[in-house]
């Protein structure tokens, strides 16, 4: 993701349409929404993109069982995914659904050019097949696991099957080149590190077709009684939904957010399908870890899965910005699983939001609306003293690292350094004493000074949490008397000291982030 590219484009993984959101879905499709606004809010010409996966088999199955066509359960189910993501304040870009017009064709002409190069041929497959992931594991893997899906633990079924593959055997050298020489293109390194582990152990040929399908699927160019695989239908949707004269300038994208489960097939698979296509690579394949719940694995049994109601129930109690601001600041972004946890969401949410975010604005504002009847104080040029040099310094440096926390996708390390700057506030206070000053006449100008820097070096904040506190931070700038168009943004300029003006109106509000107990 290099900064002095003034574009950005971010996906999601497309998720399955069986399956009802639930706190994963939810986390990366959020951690997208933070990267995008917060480029947006850098002025970059910005693309998210999230989706559904639409042509697995037993969404045929499934809807057979409902009584509907594989077409209408889908339908369905992208809709509950769409209203979820709308509900939630996703500012997507676009929403792809695979078994749209515009990726089918796409898709089919890719492959064409796949069989034309070569790359793509008839053969015969036999081997381990997990039903429940739509995926073949080599002979060792499924040893491994004694011939039982990871993932579910059913029994693995022996399948053959004539089909076409794809020759990623030819891209062992070139995929790991990639890997070695660029280190980005596989973050956080220990996911690197297994995938170039996993590559060295040598790459066969994979199968992208399969037969009998139902009729729902991507037929395979030139041959109808094949249909293409899913997973090399859905990893398309990358490129399909940009593939067009208005948006082909997004590509390749910055950066793919998925989990550690999808990763072999961003890692390899797709760039090696790409290079048969002779097309850029994406900059980056970011893969997180996984939410646990109150310290297990999530599992409907044992009563401690995040699914949307329970998600609905935390929005409605502490706010969607709350929501997004656990998620992003203690989320499994490195290579270690994280708890969702309710004690430690409310811990959180007292310290971080509560105590330091919001009543630091509550005191900022509320004390400029008494000692100044509501008026933005001078910031009193020349009279800087050392405590005030202090607080401004550490505000002006906050863009720089907030930068340069985004570009590695350190989203938690960017919020703690914006949330830097309102400690910083709160050191200044305790300092200075305003309160104490506000008594003695004599201090007037040194008091609107304090109250000045407090307020300016607050909104400088406001800005760096703005991309995950969107809500709340356009609150707070009603309250100062100012907006920002944060849909294209300027914010190394909006970052430079001195953006608030003498005499505006400044206004006590509802507290930001009331006190919550833990029930
Ligand atoms: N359809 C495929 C992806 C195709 S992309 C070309 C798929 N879909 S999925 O619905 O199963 O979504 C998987 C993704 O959901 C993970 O990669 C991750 O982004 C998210 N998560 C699902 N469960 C999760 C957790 N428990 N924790 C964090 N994220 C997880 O795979």
């Known amino acids: 993701m290099p900064t002095n590219d003034p574009k950005f484009y971010v996906s999601t993984p497309i ?18 929404d933070v990267l995008a606004r917060y480029h947006r809010l850098r002025g970059d010409r910005t693309f998210f993109l999230t989706g559904t996966d639409e042509h697995a088999a037993k969404v045929v199955d499934t809807a057979k069982e409902k009584g509907f066509t594989a077409q209408q359960w889908a339908d369905q189910n992208a809709g509950v995914f769409q209203d979820t993501f709308k509900k939630l304040g996703m500012s997507n870009d676009d929403f792809i659904r695979t078994s749209q017009d515009r990726h089918t064709s796409r898709v089919k002409q890719y492959i064409q050019q796949l069989i034309e190069s070569g790359d793509v041929y008839a053969g015969e497959y036999e081997g381990w097949y997990d039903a429940g992931q739509e995926e073949y594991l080599p002979e060792n893997k499924a040893k491994e696991y ?5 993932f579910n633990n059913k029994p693995l079924v022996r399948k053959v099957e004539t089909n076409y593959f794809f020759k990623l055997s030819a891209y062992q050298d070139r995929l790991t080149e990639l890997l070695n020489d660029h280190p980005q293109f596989v973050q956080p390194d220990a996911r690197r590190n297994e995938v170039l582990g996993r590559i060295r152990e040598g790459l066969n040929d994979v199968p992208i077709s399969r037969s009998g ?3 729902w699927g991507i037929a395979m160019p030139g041959d109808e009684s094949q249909t293409v695989y899913v997973w090399i239908d859905a990893l398309f949707n990358y490129y399909t939904t940009v593939d067009t004269d208005d948006r082909r300038a997004f590509w390749p994208a910055d950066v793919h957010l998925i989990a550690k ?47 949307l109601e329970k998600i609905d129930e935390y929005v409605d109690e502490f706010s969607l910005d709350a929501l997004r601001w656990y998620l992003s600041t203690q989320g499994p972004l490195g290579s270690t699983d994280s708890d969702f946890a309710h004690g430690k969401f409310v811990d959180v949410y007292n310290s971080d939001l509560a105590n330091t975010l919001g009543n ?3 005191r900022v504002t509320n004390m400029i609306v008494r000692y100044f009847d509501g008026k933005m104080p001078a910031a009193a040029p020349g009279r800087e003293d050392a ?12 863009y720089e690292k907030v930068d340069t926390l985004y570009e590695k996708v350190a989203v938690a390390a960017a919020n703690d350094a914006a949330l830097e700057v309102v400690r910083a506030v709160d050191t200044f206070i305790e300092q200075t004493q305003p309160f104490k000053l506000a008594k003695d006449e004599s201090q007037r100008e040194r008091l609107g000074m304090i109250l000045y820097y407090c307020a300016e070096a607050l909104r400088i904040a406001s800005l760096g949490l703005s991309p995950v506190l969107p809500d709340k931070m356009a609150e707070f700038w009603q309250l100062l008397g100012i907006t920002y168009d944060t849909q294209a943004g300027d914010l190394a300029d909006w970052c430079q000291w001195g953006g608030l003006q003498l005499g505006s109106d400044v206004q006590k509000g509802a507290p930001l982030f009331p006190r919550k107990q833990d029930k």
């Open 15 to 32: 998720y399955y349409v069986n399956d009802r959101p639930h706190i994963g879905h939810i986390y990366t499709t959020t951690l997208a």
């Open 146 to 150: 004694d011939y039982r899906s990871p």
């Open 213 to 215: 399908s139902g009729g």
């Open 261 to 307: 489960d999808i990763l072999w097939f961003h890692a390899v698979i797709w760039p090696a399908m790409l290079m048969a296509l002779d097309l850029p690579l994406p900059k980056q394949v970011y893969s997180h870890s996984f939410w646990i719940s109150e310290g297990q694995k999530m599992s409907k049994s044992l009563g401690n899965f995040i699914d």
């Open 360 to 362: 630091c604005a509550a």
């Open 387 to 398: 405590e005030a040099r202090q607080l401004r310094s550490v505000a002006m440096g906050m």
